[in-house]
């Protein structure tokens, strides 16, 4: 199992979404950071408030910190769709955690 697939699994993510990269770093003064890197899969398409599936059109990337593993500060980077209006004002973001789901508010493209 790689490190992909376990943050995948620890961060319960579902379809589409799933960690696409992880990175740790630490500083001169022995500060640490684990950045977990989630995105969606490619051609995925999504729900918009009229529960219709709608194409993805750009991405913005967006930052979270979470709960520090172990003594490390944590981040998630997502790559949040943007879909074209006026299908939606927000995207239902399920990687935030064990069975509760986060509606955050998505790009739409002008």
């Not at 599936?53 to 981040?75: G, K, M, N």
Request: glycine fraction near 4%; charge should be negative; proline fraction near 7%.
């Amino acid at each position: 199992m790689n490190s992909e697939t376990l943050f995948s699994m620890a961060l319960g993510l579902q379809p589409p979404w799933q960690v696409k990269a992880v990175t740790f770093s630490t500083d001169e003064l022995a500060r640490s950071e684990l950045h977990l890197h989630i995105d969606f899969v490619t051609g995925s398409r999504f729900l918009d408030d009229a529960n219709n599936l709608c194409p993805v059109h750009d991405t913005v990337e967006r930052l979270w910190q979470h709960l520090s593993f172990f003594e490390h500060t944590c981040y998630l980077h997502c790559a949040v769709p943007a879909l074209p209006r006026p299908m939606a004002k927000s995207v239902l973001l399920t990687f935030l955690g064990h069975g509760q789901a986060v509606v955050l508010p998505c790009y739409t493209k002008p």
